[in-house]
Every structure is written in C-alpha cells, then in structure tokens.
C-alpha cells in the first residue's frame, strides 16, 4: 500500500538558519508528490509539487524539494528560515484506489522557529 | 485563482443535534470534493470522496449515516453530522478538485471548519 512517513515528529531552527525536512514514500509506481504547510487553525496551503521532469522543485516562499527515486524521498528545503514559517507541514502523495485518485498525507511535521 | 471556502469557519453545538458544513469553490468547478477529519496534532483522514451528482465514497470506519455527504453542484458540497457527540468534535477540511482532459493532480483546500460539540 502506498504510504509517505515523515519520521520528524517535531523540528527546531533558529531564523536564519538552514531547513531540511524528510520525507520518505512507498509507491509502486512514478509518485504524485507535494508538500503542504498548515497555519494553526488553518487549512493547507500547497507549497511545491512533483510530477516527472527536474527532479528539483522550486516552490513558494523560498521552499524547495528534492525527489530522490533511489532514496524514496522528497525533503523539503529552505536556505534561510522565517519567523513566519513556524508551522505544520505535511508531505503527501497521490495514490489510486480504483478509478480514484486520493492524497495520503504523512504524519506531520511540526516546525519551530527561535528568534 | 483555485480558492476553496468552507462555512461556517466554527460552530459549537449540543449534543444530539445536526451541524451542516458548506464547501465552495469559488473560481473553478469542482467535480471531486474530498472530506477531511484532523485531531489535534495529527495529520488529515480522508473521510469520503463525493462526486458531482453521484453518492459519496466513504472510508473504511466512517459512518455514512452519521456523516451525510451531498455534492449538488459543481461548486458546492455540504457535510452534515447528525446527531453530533463531543467524540465529534474535531477540524474538518474540504479539498477540491477539478477535472478535465488532462486531470489535474492538485486538490485546493478549504481553511477547515472547528466544530465542538458540548
């Protein structure tokens, strides 16, 4: 069964600071891959996706991903992080069940930022 | 552009009554809705998946009758809890997704709705 395992439960960087969070899948098949941030009491707000191509994603707000096939992975990245990026993330992959295409999402990823 | 909306953004309610959540998409026609459940710090279950005009497709363990699911239109779908307990009380989210052609893999959001049930 497809699964996608964030195995940070809770990460801490000070601003400024350099940003990698993981993410492994377990998918038969080329992956559908995204990660989403979510404010508290807040939905999701996507912030990159992989499809196929550059297996380097350039998303919003300064994020970026990798997709590593021999690994399963696709970490999440930011260079320099913001006060404002204190949140929860959640990578997720499309999978079909049937005719149907659904997202499963990994546990979460909780992010603290120090100033 | 892709903006979901859900209504109400919060609710509180009696026990053994019924709460109905609204999902719009606003911009786009959404033939796919999904339904959501998160608990606090924790990730999103996927309740059920409903389709333009067709009945939902609920998930192992989700009770149909206690969470009815209605997709009309192509921009709206509506949960309803019936005969809500404080076991219900959670977030629930709505996503959204349009179809074409050439399907999109992307699901739009909505900002979720709390609902406690006292």
Known sequence: AQSVTQPDIHITVSEGASLELRCNYSYGATPYLFWYVQSPGQGLQLLLKYFSGDTLVQGIKGFEAEFKRSQSSFNLRKPSVHWSDAAEYFCAVVHFSGSARQLTFGSGTQLTVLP | ?118
């Not at chain 2, 339904?35 to 939902?56: C, D, H, I, V």
């Open chain 2, 1 to 118: 552009g892709a903006v979901v909306s859900q209504h109400p953004s919060w609710v509180i309610c009696k026990s053994g009554t019924s709460v109905k959540i609204e999902c719009r998409s606003l911009d786009f026609q959404a033939t796919t809705m999904f339904w959501y459940r998160q608990f606090p710090k924790q990730s999103l279950m996927l309740m059920a998946t409903s389709n333009e005009g067709s009945k939902a497709t609920y998930e192992q363990g989700v009770e149909k009758d206690k969470f009815l699911i209605n997709h009309a239109s192509l921009t709206l779908s509506t949960l309803t809890v019936t005969s809500a307990h404080p076991e219900d009380s959670s977030f629930y989210i709505c996503s959204a997704r349009t179809s074409g052609i050439y399907p999109t893999y992307e699901q739009y959001f909505g900002p979720g709705t709390r609902l406690t049930v006292t």
